[in-house]
């Protein structure tokens, strides 16, 4: 439980640093909200009206603070004052549910993280996310399942069977795959698989999760469109685990306790089963967690070119139209992903090797 706790307490520390970095970045860029959201025709009083709305019209450190305060599920908000920044408004923070009031117009709420709205659809951030959200864990999942086990099965078959031809070839394409770029496999793949050989394969170059039907009977789930992105997605955790399973099988293979086991009769599947694998995994679980950081960060590229509807098509869309809320709302979203993802690794990797304690 102490373990989990540590984790947890420096997650959150990096969340807070990450926080800090996007409020000072998107601050610091060039361009008026107000402007963005009513045009450059818009008159200065209905400007100054938005600014104050944004609570723009603060010092920049009590923006940071308001933002904070937007953020955090546990708030404080002015339930009186409507003229307040801070004013429980049910349009900004709704849901939410009040705990404990600290005084005559200020009480302690427990709400969802408000992420302010975009500056062109006028949405909660968080909808447009949370619209988005459910296709690049799809994506990310199947992109990952397929890398561990494809790569789990032939980084095995190497190791057992070293300096042959698979072993080769296998190496030679794990290397390939770890210097391929995302963008560049996905346009390769696509075109070769969606245009060139589209009569065999029956492949969408563009299509998400749900595709609408030419009839106009809605939308329907296509799962044949995840095909694609996902195995240019995996590509190169597939060439890591592959090269990672490898190299550490066969260094555990050559252990004395493996050797005795061979001795006493035991075959190579069963060694490899009951006794070679388990130590091999740690390398693998450990790297686990840098690898998704890769997965998510080619995962924007390889949604715009796929057009596949997740928060990489959602982060190019909001940075060509300088919609900075929708921007701030994604990375933050990612970055919590991946706290929580390293927290799950430290975990499962104290649970595999038996040499570490959860302490």
């Not at 990096?14 to 996007?22: D, E, K, P």
Request: with cysteine.
């Amino acid at each position: 439980m102490q373990f989990i706790i540590k984790r947890l307490f420096y997650g959150l520390l990096v969340l807070f640093g990450v926080v800090t970095i996007i409020f000072i970045l998107f601050n610091i860029l060039p361009g008026d909200p107000a402007r963005m959201m009513l045009g450059q025709r818009a008159d200065i009083a209905s400007v100054n009206a938005i600014n104050k709305d944004l609570g723009r019209d603060k010092p920049m450190l009590t923006q940071y603070f308001n933002y904070l305060n937007d953020l955090s599920p546990l708030s404080i908000h002015n339930f009186k004052n409507a003229n307040n920044y801070w004013f429980l408004n049910d349009d900004k923070y709704s849901p939410y549910f009040k705990l404990l009031k600290i005084s005559k117009e200020k009480v302690i709420v427990l709400k969802y993280p408000y992420m302010r709205r975009s500056y062109q659809s006028k949405k909660k951030v968080s909808e447009i996310i949370l619209e988005a959200l459910p296709n690049t864990i799809i994506l990310a999942v199947v992109s990952m399942t397929f890398a561990l086990i494809v790569g789990l099965l032939i980084g095995i078959f190497c190791a057992i069977y070293k300096d042959t031809l698979w072993d080769k070839v296998s190496l030679f394409v794990a290397v390939f795959g770890m210097s391929l770029p995302s963008f560049f496999a996905a346009i390769i793949i696509a075109w070769l698989f969606a245009f060139v050989l589209a009569h065999y394969t029956g492949l969408n170059m563009f299509g998400s999760l749900y595709s609408i039907d030419d009839f106009g009977n809605g939308k329907y789930l296509d799962l044949k469109n995840i095909i694609l992105p996902a195995f240019t997605l995996g590509i190169r955790p597939l060439a890591i685990i592959i090269e990672l399973t490898r190299n550490s099988l066969l260094d555990v293979l050559s252990q004395d306790y493996i050797r005795t086991a061979r001795a006493k009769g035991l075959s190579m599947f069963k060694v490899v089963k009951n006794h070679a694998l388990r130590n091999a995994l740690n390398p693998v679980v450990t790297a686990f967690s840098g690898w998704l950081a890769s997965l998510m960060a080619g995962a924007v590229f390889i949604e715009y070119i796929f057009d596949w509807k997740g928060v990489g098509v959602v982060i190019v869309n909001s940075l060509e139209k300088y919609d900075f809320p929708v921007i701030m709302g994604a990375v933050l979203v990612v970055s919590i992903m991946l706290v929580f993802i390293n927290i799950f690794v430290d975990i499962a990797y104290a649970i595999i090797d038996p040499r570490v304690k959860l302490s």
